[in-house]
C-alpha cells in the first residue's frame, strides 16, 4: 500500500504541474518551428517538429518499476529525476545539418542565456562515422546497442526551475526507425526473436540511406559551387 501510495503522490505533483511544464513545451516546439534561420530557405534546416507530454500511464510504470528495483521515484524527486517528461522532437534531412541546429540551441543557451542545460548534451548512436560526426561537435557520445541515434539536449528555463524538457534531435531515416522501435519495445521491449531481427536489417536499411541522403546534398552543394 505505501508503494501505491507514493506513486499516487508522485503523479499527483506531476499533474499539479503539468499545465506550466507544457507551456515551457510548447515554447520550445515554437522556437524551433519559427526560427528564419532553421526554417528559411529553400531547403530548411528544420523539417518538423513536434512535442509530447510523458503518459501518465507510462509513467506510473516507470515509478513501480523504480520502487520494486529500489530506487524509488517521488514526489519530491520527481521533478529531477525524470527529465522527459515534457519532449520536443526535431527533425531534419541530412546529418551535416545537426550541426546548424546544435550551434543554434548552443547560442540560445549561452549567448541569449534563454535556456539552461539540466546537463552536457548528448549523442546516441551505433555507428562508428556517425561517432566521429557527433565527438566533432563537441557531443558527449554514447553507443546504443539497441541502434538508437538521436541527440539529446536536456533544457530547463533557469537552474532553479522544476520544468525540464527534452529536445530530441534527429533524422527522418532515423526517425523512422525510432518510430518502429519504440511501438514495439516500449515500455517493454518484444520477445519475438524475427521482430528482432527484422529491426537490425531497419537499422542498416536506415543508415545506408541516411549515407545516401548526406550524400546526395553534398553533390548538390559542390555543383552549385561552381
Known amino acids: 500500500m505505501s508503494e501505491q501510495h507514493d506513486a499516487d503522490l508522485a503523479l499527483a505533483a506531476f499533474e499539479e504541474r503539468r499545465h ?15 526560427h528564419p534561420k532553421l526554417t528559411g530557405g529553400s531547403t530548411p534546416t528544420v523539417h518538423s517538429v513536434k512535442s509530447r507530454i510523458k503518459d501518465s500511464g507510462h509513467l506510473r510504470e516507470k515509478i513501480v518499476r523504480k520502487q ?25 534531412l541530412y546529418q551535416e545539418q545537426a550541426r546548424v541546429i546544435h550551434n543554434a540551441i548552443i547560442d540560445k543557451v549561452e549567448k ?29 557520445v554514447h553507443v546504443k546497442d539497441s541502434f538508437y ?22 533524422t527522418l531515416f532515423e526517425e523512422i526507425w525510432g518510430e518502429v522501435d519504440h511501438t514495439l519495445n516500449y515500455p517493454n521491449p518484444t520477445d519475438n526473436v524475427a521482430c528482432r531481427e527484422q529491426l537490425r536489417v531497419l537499422t542498416k ?6 549515407r545516401l541522403v548526406d550524400a546526395i546534398f553534398r553533390t548538390a552543394a559542390s555543383t552549385s559551387a561552381r
Not at 521515484?73 to 520527481?78: Q, Y
Not at 541515434?149 to 534527429?170: A, F, G, K, W
Open 20 to 34: 506550466e511544464l507544457s507551456i515551457f513545451m510548447k515554447g520550445i516546439e515554437g522556437w524551433f518551428s519559427s
Open 112 to 140: 541569449q542565456r534563454d535556456w539552461v542545460f539540466n546537463e552536457a548534451p548528448k549523442a546516441y548512436t551505433w555507428d562508428p562515422e556517425a561517432q566521429g560526426f557527433f565527438t566533432d561537435m563537441g557531443l558527449e
Open 149 to 170: 541515434t538521436s541527440v539529446h539536449y536536456l533544457v530547463r528555463p533557469r537552474t532553479d526551475s522544476p520544468h525540464c524538457c527534452e529536445i530530441q534531435v534527429r
Open 205 to 210: 536499411v536506415v543508415g545506408a540511406g541516411s
Open 68 to 92: 520494486v528495483g529500489g530506487d524509488p521515484i517521488t514526489a519530491e524527486n520527481l521533478f529531477t529525476r525524470v527529465t522527459d517528461l515534457a519532449g520536443v522532437r526535431v527533425l531534419h
